[in-house]
């Protein structure tokens, strides 16, 4: 017969794994939400307010402001970049890369992109630039 010291024994475990469990758990999601908050704060940095008009004509094709909108584009690119590999690496969570992933791709599908893509040789895995859906650890060898 398990004596009642036994048991308070065992339900303190459990109570403090339960405990860890939580805690790292509202760890993670702070985490989260913190990395979300950085790349949103840098996203506004690069992309303004004023000029989100011509972003989204210049996206659909439009390019009568690309010249003036390159070095946006180049920022944008950079921090897709960035993204891209923090999601490779894990530092992004796999969660919030699938949130952004449809928008990331469809600018990267743009042809205001594809044009700064070649002209700076830019290279992103085909996965996100329209291409085929060759894994992005092909494209940066053994990084990931």
Not at 11 to 26: N, P, T
Not at 33 to 49: G, M, S, T, W
Not at 53 to 79: C, F, S
């Amino acid at each position: 017969m398990v004596s009642f010291g036994h048991l308070i024994a065992v339900l303190a475990v459990a109570v403090s794994a339960a405990s860890i469990a939580i805690a790292v758990y509202q760890y993670r999601r702070s985490v989260h939400r913190d990395i979300f908050r950085v790349y949103a704060d840098k996203y506004d940095a690069i992309l303004q307010p004023e000029i989100y008009p011509q972003w989204q004509k210049a996206l659909a094709g439009d390019n009568t402001h690309w010249e003036r909108l390159t070095p946006v584009m180049i920022a944008y690119l950079n921090l897709i970049w960035e993204e891209c590999y923090l999601a490779g690496d894990r530092v992004i969570p796999k969660r919030l890369w699938e949130l952004w992933r449809p928008e990331i791709q469809r600018v990267l599908c743009s042809d205001f992109a594809k044009q700064i893509m070649n002209t700076c040789d830019f290279h992103f895995p085909d996965e996100l630039t329209c291409g085929s859906a060759r894994l992005a650890t092909e494209l940066r060898g053994s990084q990931m």
